[in-house]
């Protein structure tokens, strides 16, 4: 804190309202600073308790001053103005209060309790208010990157939300600096210059006509309204420390607190809006925006940089030695400058794609006229050959529009009723509309007119509108109509032009004419994931791979850079695996339908599990996801027992659909979780490692575990309750790679069964050979289930899904309710799913996971010899845990979250899991090599060292 003590920096607390700076008096060395200052210092003293020292900062019309105690902690000490209006400083107070916890300064109560103390000065009774002090350099101190827009959208928009629900007797004060008071400033701008005041007056006239009529509908709330660049802090790390001087809180329409932070955030780009789009963006992950709020922003950023000059131009008026606020004001006017020739519609359609909205909302409607039929074209040319793709990269840019290509001349005919809207030089533009009046535009680039058709003419569908001026016709379908309309769009921006001019195919009608797909680089992916993707499905690693393809066990990037993949038990024979490839490709080009019809490969491949299942196993239901396989699992026992209570183990996991959620304490009882329902019992995990009960310390920790589900089993039954299931998955993996010891699902199947319930063993990630000893991870604890669940591994990426069960429990499912999985079981999948059975089986991958599996774990074990960080290595076959954990095995949270990083860093993927997060998770395609295993072991090693020399 006490770093930043220079004098621009020490203003920063105070901030400032734009187009208004300090006093002469303020900047100069007046005799009576020293003498305020200890005057403030002995009111802070007596009042507040607060010593140190004192010194006075710039003010508009306040005395400031800062206040820095022996221990540093800073303070601010706001010496208020006579007149001041109590009412509007207790809204200042009222909303830091609400906005405790945000970075935001923190309002100081004096001894007796009170926000503000009255004191006499010079010129009367001045309000005493004292803040805390941000630490953090203004934004106008340092270069604003893309990530600091980001964070800055969101820190508003947090702020936003917090005070979305705060209300106060003030906040509908008359305030000049709210952008509802445009149009009174707007009579101010008679004092600008002869160059800036028909640029302001465009930016006044726009408000009037496109921007108050909308105002009253949008959102209203109170907003900060004056995050300008000295009121916004910025971090040693490079993120948003605060938002100081709530100075201009009013309530207004939401979205003009976020257009005063566009207006600031503008200064210093040589694209003001484009670099802006980041923050927007920020914005809107933390407080969605409206259409409607959409629809005005650009204009209301404009506004308040036309406000700023005005309100500038009258105080210089007012003090026209004051030659400063002419300076300071540069940035604005530059800002102003820049966009002036910027379409008001195209930046709206900017900021509708900044967060995933289509750019042109009127795209729609012009695309269903074409696909509805409502369009009926007549044909532009008679022969044709189409050049080029709408929406292909090419070395100019990505283009935009068709290009008609003819064997010579050829005449061109109007496609729809139209009216000419302007002929230049060889490019016609023609206006139409949709059955719903909505307009749209036809322009032909590359033609002779013939006539040449006149600008307001109307033209009927088959009407020549000229020749072809060479061999290739470019032709624009557009459902917009700016100043210029290229033929390439920079890929930044595809988009956005995609939806003013979009695919031509649509008027056209040419089998395989449609438009290409553009493709995005990795940054372009994310940013338009985040968009259109809910933030709560997430990506691994701190950099986020763009994975273009797959071979065996390796993954391939955009670079064809290989990544050694250890984490993907989806790809179970290896990632697009030649025969699973050719099995599908061959079906889904012969049939593709649904279990209501005979067909051979379904049949054939439930035949096929059922003989690698134990009696009595032999009942198959095909779905299409282990979350579907798990439901329906709990339907079958619900049907056979007549009960609802379910018994799981702690941590597990057994999918995302709701009723699996509520099977699942890694979900109900982690982030955002809200606890199970009253018919899940959470049993003790039996962790040999980290539980109660220990391997090498403690007897029998298999029955011993289980009696934790007798325990629960015995409340239920005290209860009058029998169980439905009892539900586990064979080894356990979100819990951390848990390894069951000897004999625990054995008995745990024991006790449930006593009690009336079935037992389902879930192995949808552990199952089809992975555990290298058994084809199922049940059959390591010698135990057979009622009910098995299978899903990942099955289709080997292609969406398949299984659940097998006894005839008996089949039996009471069927209740004259009919069971219909729409994909379940189709003939593509099954074909799948034979194909992976016969490469297991062909390839010998099972011994393959034992053998790899034995070859790893002897290679961890030999590790942790050397590296006290391994707690614990674990694991069957190709289904390894390595816990790692500090002294008294304390979780090593964050060591593994580094070592993982450190390794994809060297080229090979693995995750972490695990309740503590702790867990180094291995469970790769069972093609993997004895070279990959070294390969990871020599990548692991030297990972640790790194982070351990790091984190030490």
Not at 501 to 528: E, F, K, V, W
Not at 802 to 815: D, K, L, M
Request: charged residues 20%; glycine residues 10%.
């Amino acid at each position: 804190m006490s770093g930043y003590l220079s004098d621009r920096s020490i203003t920063h607390n105070v901030g400032r309202r734009d187009g208004v700076t300090p006093t002469a008096n303020d900047h100069g060395a007046a005799p009576t600073l020293a003498e305020d200052s200890a005057r403030v210092a002995e009111i802070v003293r007596r009042q507040y308790g607060l010593d140190g020292r004192v010194r006075a900062l710039p003010g508009e019309r306040d005395r400031n001053f800062r206040l820095v105690t022996e221990h540093g902690d800073g303070y601010v000490i706001k010496v208020h103005a006579p007149g001041a209006d109590p009412a509007e400083l207790d809204l200042q107070d009222a909303a830091l209060l609400h906005l405790a916890g945000h970075p935001v300064p923190r309002l100081v109560a004096s001894l007796d309790g009170r926000r503000s103390v009255t004191v006499t000065w010079d010129d009367g009774p001045r309000i005493v208010r004292v803040l805390t002090w941000l630490a953090g350099r203004p934004w106008a101190d340092v270069e604003p990157t893309e990530a600091l827009l980001h964070d800055l959208g969101r820190q508003v928009a947090g702020i936003d939300r917090a005070l979305r629900d705060f209300t106060h007797p003030a906040m509908g004060r008359d305030l000049v600096w709210n952008l509802t008071s445009a149009p009174r400033v707007a009579k101010l701008a008679a004092l600008l210059d002869d160059e800036l005041l028909p640029l302001v007056t465009e930016v006044f006239d726009r408000y009037a006509e496109h921007v108050a009529p909308r105002l009253a509908a949008l959102p209203h709330q109170v907003v900060h309204n004056d995050a300008n660049e000295l009121n916004i802090l910025v971090d040693d790390d490079g993120g948003i420390a605060g938002l100081i001087d709530f100075g201009d809180l009013v309530w207004t329409p939401r979205v003009c607190g976020l257009a005063v932070a566009l207006a600031y955030a503008m200064q210093g780009h040589a694209d003001p809006l484009r670099a802006v789009l980041p923050l927007v963006r920020g914005y809107d992950e933390v407080a969605p925006l409206r259409t409607d709020e959409l629809a005005v922003l650009f204009d209301l950023a404009r506004t308040r940089l036309a406000m700023s000059l005005c309100m500038s131009a009258h105080q210089h008026a007012n003090d026209p030695g004051n030659d400063y606020l002419l300076v300071s004001r540069q940035g604005v006017a530059e800002v102003v400058r820049k966009l002036t020739g910027t379409s008001p519609d195209l930046a709206h359609f900017a900021l509708r794609d900044a967060v995933g909205f289509p750019a042109n909302p009127a795209a729609r409607a012009v695309r269903r006229h074409f696909t509805s039929g409502a369009a009926r074209p007549f044909p532009m040319l008679d022969e044709v050959h189409l050049a080029g793709r709408h929406g292909e990269r090419t070395p100019e840019g990505v283009r935009l529009g068709r290009d008609l290509r003819t064997d010579g001349p050829a005449t061109v005919r109007c496609p729809l009723p139209a009216v000419v809207h302007a002929v230049r030089g060889d490019a016609v533009t023609l206006a139409h509309r949709t059955e719903d009046g909505v307009p749209f535009w036809t322009l032909y680039r590359g033609l002779a007119p013939a006539g040449p058709p006149r600008p307001g003419g109307e033209l009927a569908p088959g009407a020549p509108l000229g020749t072809t001026s060479g061999t290739d016709l470019r032709l624009h379908l557009l459902t917009h109509l700016p100043d210029r309309v290229p033929d390439t769009a920079p890929a930044a921006e595809a988009d956005l032009w995609k939806s003013v001019s979009i695919d031509p195919n649509l008027l056209l009608g040419h089998r395989g004419g449609s438009a290409a797909r553009t493709g995005r680089d990795a940054a372009a992916l994310a940013a338009r994931r985040r968009t259109n993707f809910s933030r709560a499905l997430g990506l691994s690693y701190g950099e986020p791979l763009h994975i273009v393809r797959g071979e065996g066990a390796y993954l391939y990037d955009e670079a064809d850079r290989p990544w050694l993949d250890l984490v993907n038990n989806v790809c179970h024979v290896g990632h697009c695996h030649p025969r699973v490839v050719e099995a599908v490709s061959r079906q889904v080009a012969l049939l593709n339908t649904n279990t209501r019809y005979l067909h051979e490969s379904v049949v054939e491949y439930a035949h096929r599990l059922v003989e690698l299942l134990p009696d009595p196993l032999r009942v198959c239901f095909f779905v299409n996801s282990g979350s579907e396989a798990n439901d329906l699992a709990l339907r079958l026992a619900t049907a056979h027992t007549g009960a609802r209570d379910v018994l799981v183990l702690d941590h597990a996991y057994h999918g995302h659909l709701s009723s699996q959620v509520a099977l699942s304490p890694y979900k109900f009882d982690g982030p955002g979780g809200q606890g199970g329902p009253t018919t899940t019992h959470v049993c003790e995990l039996p962790d040999p490692y980290r539980g109660r009960l220990r391997a090498g310390r403690d007897d029998d920790l298999g029955p011993r575990y289980a009696a934790s589900v007798a325990a629960h089993l015995t409340t239920l039954a005290s209860r009058g309750l029998r169980p439905a299931a009892f539900f586990a998955e064979s080894l356990q993996s979100c819990g951390g790679q848990i390894v069951y010891p000897d004999g625990y699902l054995r008995t745990a199947f024991e006790h449930v069964r006593q009690a009336g319930g079935v037992c389902v063993a879930d192995e949808i990630q552990v199952g089809l050979g992975r555990v290298g000893r058994h084809f199922w991870g049940f059959e390591t604890q010698d135990a057979v289930p009622d009910i098995v669940t299978l899903g990942k591994p099955l289709g080997n990426g292609h969406p398949l899904a299984a659940v097998v069960t006894t005839p008996e429990i089949a039996r009471s499912f069927e209740t004259g309710m009919e069971y219909f999985n729409t994909f379940g079981g189709n003939p593509v999948s099954a074909e799948a799913g034979l194909a992976v059975l016969d490469v297991i089986q062909d390839e010998h991958l099972q011994a393959n996971a034992r053998a790899r599996g034995d070859q790893l774990l002897a290679g961890l074990r030999g590790l942790r010899e050397r590296q006290p960080l391994i707690g614990d290595v674990r694991g069957e076959g190709l289904f390894i845990g390595i816990e790692l954990s500090l002294p008294g095995r304390a979780p090593a949270t964050g060591h593994a979250a580094a070592v993982k990083e450190a390794v994809k860093a060297r080229g090979v993927l693995i995750s972490t899991d695990g309740p503590d997060g702790n867990v180094l998770k291995i469970k790769p395609p069972l093609v993997l090599t004895e070279a990959d295993c070294d390969l990871f072991l020599d990548v692991l090693a030297d990972a640790m060292i790194q982070v351990e020399a790091h984190m030490q």
